[in-house]
């Protein structure tokens, strides 16, 4: 057993994801409230990877750990990846850490060597269903010599440890966020397994003594596991750190939300669909703590994560949580968006778009610069970076070969050839010459093309807007829904535009 010479000053918080797949949006959930805590107080925030089931280790999971969390600006102070004082912070790298204290807990009576198979507790736990008992280790080993044990059936060669529970178990705590709180009483829980790895119940309690946690946030799953680590630190005579255990993330059914049956579990999935990392966090911290009262009484859901640093306290954290609302996200996703300066936004478009295909990697200085004029149009349509892909996409194929969608091409009317002669003939006369350099003399402008098309569709053929610029943007954008037309025109240039719109007219 070992300890640092020099004591934690402040509050120290960690999170401590296992790599065992994408990581899971509950680790930011918490890790925003650890960070925001430790902040405020001067403390520190740590990251632990809790990596001891080597069963379900994912290869390049720990790596996303890292990826998503620096995506949410949750950066932390120690971690396998920047080290610290209390080095190393992977559990499988401390297995020479656990091992003291569990001849300590064996010495003193307070844990026993277990050699049943995996068959024979498969085989007690059915039968104790079957029956209606309640399930937990019966105790076979306890108190028996491995020579005694190896004459009964269902013996391992390869002992685990067990905590021996006691009768008279501590079951009750105060809590930071639930106030006083109880649990029921744990049976005989495997502390170290057959591997040499130890289990979560003693590992946490260990790598959070020796590494100075203060404070334990964590999801209210966790409240049955809280006695048994109560009693480890007691017996080992440690320093018990305040518990938080926070809301649950609920889905529609208000059932807590899972991998396998909500993708917006992974965490990687709100990087993929475009949503911005500030409203994301502003959405996580509305799951678990009210919005900003105003000094009129008023409620603001928006607030940065600087403002919730300023005004955190675990008394507000909701014990309940709330519903996992998609729709609130998105709301506040198009908000975040539309407050983006067009420079900043078509930066954070940029990846999107060249990861999605719709620009090459690398664009040149031209393409970028088109996407900077394009930003502004797309800005107040979008409630995540992926929507404009689609939006921008068509800027930047050639003009006489844009994809129409079959959904666009359906809402062709009849008269769609008519149409386009029409608008072609409109624009012919419209000078697309380059400006002088006193910024004169331009001619294809939007305010220039809008009005010369209503003259020519609207008032010359007496169509409704709808139809008369209905084929124009399907040729033009190749999509239903597109960045508004006439300046869309303006920044393809004359003839880009009277390409498409011939290429569109021949193809009908």
């Known amino acids: 057993m070992t300890t640092s010479s020099s004591a934690p000053t402040g509050p ?10 994408d990581p899971h949006v509950g680790t930011a959930y918490m890790a925003m409230f650890d960070l925001a805590y430790a902040r405020q107080q001067g403390g520190q925030f740590i990251l632990r990877i809790e990596d001891t089931d080597r069963a379900r280790l994912v290869e390049g999971s720990e790596q996303q750990v890292y990826d998503t969390l620096h995506w949410l600006g949750l950066t932390w102070d120690e971690g396998p990846d920047v080290g610290g004082p209390y080095a190393p912070y992977r559990q499988s790298e401390r297995l020479a850490t656990y091992r003291p204290y569990v001849d300590r807990l064996l010495a003193d009576g307070h844990a026993y060597y277990c050699w049943c198979s995996a068959e024979r507790l498969a085989k007690m736990r059915e039968i104790q269903q079957r029956t209606k008992q309640p399930t937990g280790y019966d105790r076979l080993c306890y108190g028996k010599t491995r020579e005694e044990r190896a004459e009964l059936p269902g013996f391992s060669e390869t002992p685990v440890v067990r905590m021996y529970i006691p009768d008279d178990a501590p ?4 809590d930071l966020i639930m106030g006083h709180t109880s649990a029921p009483r744990p049976d005989d829980q495997v502390i ?8 979560y119940h003693l590992a946490v309690v260990v790598d959070d003594h020796e590494m100075g946690i203060t404070h334990v946030v964590r999801g209210q799953e966790w409240i049955s596991s809280t006695p048994k680590q109560l009693l480890l630190y007691s017996w080992l005579g440690l320093d018990t750190p305040a518990f938080a255990h926070m809301p649950l993330l609920r889905d529609e059914k208000k059932a807590k939300i899972s991998k396998r049956k909500s993708p917006w579990a992974r965490l990687t999935w709100f990087q993929e669909e475009g949503y911005l990392p500030e409203a994301l966090l502003n959405f996580l911290a509305l799951q678990g703590y009210p919005p900003i009262i105003e000094a009129d009484g008023s409620e603001r859901e928006v607030f940065s994560f600087e403002e919730f640093v300023q005004r955190f306290e ?3 954290v909701n014990k309940a949580g709330s519903v996992f609302n998609l729709d609130k996200l998105n709301w506040l996703n198009g908000h975040y968006i539309r407050t983006l300066s067009p420079e900043e936004l078509s930066q954070r478009l940029l990846p999107v778009l060249q990861d999605n295909g719709a620009l090459p990697k690398p664009a040149t200085i031209g393409q970028l610069a088109l996407l900077k004029d394009i930003t502004p149009l797309v800005q107040t349509r979008i409630t995540t970076l992926k929507e404009a892909i689609p939006l921008v996409a068509p800027f930047y194929v050639a003009n006489d070969a844009v994809p129409i969608a079959e959904d666009a091409r359906a809402t062709l009317p009849d008269n769609a050839g008519e149409v386009l002669d029409a608008a072609i003939a409109a624009l012919e006369p419209i000078s697309g010459a380059l400006p002088k350099p006193d910024g004169t003399g331009r001619e294809w402008l939007a305010p220039k093309i809008e009005s010369s098309l ?25 999509q239903k829904v597109s960045p508004p037309l006439f300046e869309s025109m303006e920044l393809l240039g004359k003839e880009p535009t009277l390409t498409r719109l011939r290429t569109l007219r021949a193809s009908l």
């Open 192 to 199: 170290l397994k057959a591997d040499g790895f130890p289990t």
């Open 171 to 174: 079951l009750e705590w105060d």
């Open 454 to 478: 209503r003259e020519a569709l609207i008032d010359g053929l007496g169509l409704k807007p709808k139809v008369a610029f209905g084929p124009l943007r399907v040729a033009v954008s190749g």
């Open 314 to 316: 675990w008394s507000k």
């Open 12 to 21: 120290r918080l960690r999170v401590a994801p296992s790599p065992t797949g």
